[in-house]
């Protein structure tokens, strides 16, 4: 499971930077949102990989730390998938707002050799 | 646990209770939402200078006041830590804010919708960054700070400035990621985010976790290195802050003073964890990219046509200037850098606002032409003809704006007798008391480069403002007066008079600094006081771990 994880980890950031490097916007927008889940998936990863084990506390159950996961982890890639979203969603709005403006979706509002 | 126990908390909850009322407000009642933004502004200079007075304590176990966010103790829960490095910023936050807002009441805040709530979330998003005592916290107010200043940098819109900010929030959000990387990887290792815990557990740590955490350090640091404009992580800061309205670009002067703020607290936090030498110091490396960001900047303030591009390259110098000094670490240094902090954000502050104020009357032509004159060396003929007068008179007006940007220009070049001559003396006396006069063996190499840095980027930056003056001021093309009212020039007035009494009041200033840096030396205190924090009544619930089934 961890080359797996490590794998979609390293294919979507490894995307992502190489979209964000592109001229037009929507491409750079899509290498944003690959590189936030990249992103996601590694803080996820840091609370170490465990198959079937809860992150919330169960009060049936005897109380032993060993059946549980890191919750912390799991509690900062949801902020971080709020956060990013909104920022994506702000960020759409602007390269809006610059096309409009400037009739080209290139990164400098103006295409090359024009 | 009384009312002054929770006045640390004051400087985020004011903004953001500000900030909503005035969502709920209908935009069209101007007013109510100017007086609103205006008392909340003048509470927080208000709060922020008393948590200022309450950490001048003489011992220091009580200049660092811990207020626990949900009242668990600070390993669980989420810290608020407000010491003198904090709360100095949160004075020169609250100061630079009435100054801009001052200014934009004139006219800007009419530009566009929601000037006043996006000042108040950016106010809110700067402090909580000051205050904050755990790293994920700290992401969570960068981008608090963050949303609301792509808002204000497209205040006034037009294509020049969406453009800028095009770049700038991809800029921004790229190093999020980053800082997430950065934060996780110190979470995987070493098992917290509270800064203090942190400062505890990384000597601990095993080897090979070791070398992990110092990478997620340093991935950390160059999230905060872009939001310094460190080169080569800041060719973003001069279009973006040109490109801003006047009052905006003036609060923006502390956004790059944020990032310089964290590695100096975070610095200050993990130094007894390296034995001395701090990890977010990266051996000498800061101190590299602070000459090597002074360079850049002294050579794009030479090369800049307008006059805002040279004041965003202004911004670089300082943001250079300080990470050399820390870089080369040091008591002194750190209370020159402190003094050179204020000082410099106070004056590239009036000079956004000064420039905006002497700009108005002229078109953009104006600069290309008169740049291309120099340098096709084209003499002004039909000029001489008609001013055969002998001088000519200068309106009062300018004459008031021209005495401003001469203070401006010898705050950010460092020349006496103003506060920004006392900072780099500040500097360089440190520089040479540390290597030379007391340690009685010669100054190192990176000592010799400083020294030399420092002045030839002052060289620089009186040769750039110079020209730019003698182009502004006393060519002899016919311009209209620019519209000014006295309440802008009031704003720039009480910037330049803050400077003049950092000026004046030197000595009691300098004193301050020194006690800051040497409480943040090796950042017992710190550590120590919000480790010692408990609860202030008994927790209601039992820890999590001891749930009974």
């Known amino acids: ?114 | 646990m009384t009312l002054a126990d929770h006045l640390i908390i004051a400087p985020i909850i004011i903004p953001l209770i500000a900030g909503g009322l005035m969502l709920l407000l209908d935009g069209r009642r101007r007013e109510a939402i100017a007086a609103i933004s205006i008392l909340s502004t003048l509470a927080l200079l208000a709060v922020a200078v008393t948590l200022l007075m309450s950490s001048t304590a003489p011992e220091p176990a009580q200049t660092v006041k811990v207020y626990l966010l949900g009242n668990w103790p600070a390993s669980f829960g989420i810290v608020l830590v407000a010491d003198r490095l904090a709360a100095l910023m949160l004075v020169l936050t609250a100061t630079l804010a009435c100054a801009a807002l001052l200014f934009a009441l004139a006219s800007w805040h009419r530009a566009g919708s929601f000037f006043h709530p996006l000042f108040q979330f950016l106010l809110m998003g700067l402090n909580g960054a000051f205050l904050t005592g755990d790293l994920f916290n700290l992401f969570v107010f960068f981008e608090v700070l963050l949303a609301a200043s792509y808002g204000l940098a497209l205040h006034g819109s037009g294509r020049a400035r969406v453009s800028a900010s095009l770049h700038y929030i991809v800029i921004n959000l790229a190093s999020a990621t980053l800082f997430l990387i950065g934060v996780s990887l110190i979470y995987g290792t070493a098992g917290t985010l509270n800064m203090a815990a942190l400062g505890e557990r990384i000597p601990l740590l095993d080897p090979s976790e070791r070398r992990l955490m110092e990478i997620g350090a340093a991935v950390l640091g160059v999230a905060f290195l872009i939001k310094a404009a460190a080169w080569p992580l800041g060719f973003w800061l001069p279009t973006m802050y040109a490109a801003a309205s006047a009052p905006v670009a003036a609060l923006f002067a502390v956004m790059t003073k944020v990032g310089f703020y964290v590695i100096l607290r975070l610095g200050s936090i993990t130094a007894e964890a390296a034995g001395g030498a701090s990890i977010f110091y990266a051996e000498g490396w800061l101190f590299t990219i602070g000459i090597a960001t002074m360079c850049f900047a002294a050579i794009g303030m030479l090369a800049s046509q307008d006059m805002g591009r040279l004041a965003g390259y202004s911004v670089l110098v300082s943001s250079g200037t300080m990470l050399a000094a820390i870089g080369l670490g040091g008591t002194g240094m750190t209370t020159a850098a402190l003094y050179y902090l204020v000082s410099s954000t106070l004056t590239v502050a009036a000079f956004f606002l000064l420039i905006e104020l002497v700009e108005r009357g002229r078109s953009q032509a104006d600069d290309v032409l008169a740049v291309t004159l120099e340098a096709y060396g084209a003499e002004e003929e039909g000029e001489f003809e008609e001013a055969e007068v002998v001088g000519v008179a200068i309106p009062a007006l300018l004459a008031v704006l021209g005495v401003a940007f001469l203070a401006c220009a010898l705050l950010l070049s460092g020349l006496p007798p103003l506060s920004g001559f006392i900072a780099k003396f500040a500097i360089l006396s440190s520089l040479l008391d540390q290597h030379w006069l007391t340690g009685g063996g010669t100054i190192s190499l990176q000592g010799w480069i400083l020294l030399a840095v420092i002045l030839v980027s002052g060289l620089a930056t009186i040769v750039a403002m110079t020209r730019a003056g003698i182009r502004t001021f006393w060519t002899f093309t016919e311009r209209e007066l620019p519209q000014v009212r006295s309440v802008e020039i009031g704003a720039v007035a009480l910037l330049l008079f803050l400077c003049v009494a950092l000026t004046v009041q030197a000595g009691p200033v300098m004193r301050f600094m020194q006690a800051t840096a040497s409480g943040l030396e090796l950042g017992r205190p710190y550590i120590g006081a919000v480790q010692a924090k408990t609860p202030t009544v008994p927790t209601p619930r039992p820890p999590p771990s001891e749930v009974k089934p």
Do not use: K
Not at chain 1, 58 to 73: C, G, I, T
């Open chain 1, 1 to 114: 499971m961890e080359l797996v994880i490590a794998i979609t980890i390293g294919v979507l950031a490894g995307s992502g930077i190489w979209l964000l490097l592109r001229p037009r916007t929507f491409q750079v927008i899509i290498g944003l949102s690959l590189l936030s889940y990249a992103v996601n998936l590694f803080i996820f990863g840091m609370g170490r990989l465990r198959v079937g084990a809860p992150p919330v506390l169960d009060p049936s159950e005897p109380a032993n730390l060993a059946r549980y996961v890191d919750p912390l982890p799991q509690a900062l890639v949801l902020t971080a998938i709020v956060i990013s979203f909104a920022m994506t969603a702000l960020f759409l709005v602007v390269i809006l707002v610059a096309r409009g403006l400037s009739g080209s979706d290139h990164v400098d509002s103006v295409e090359r050799g024009s």
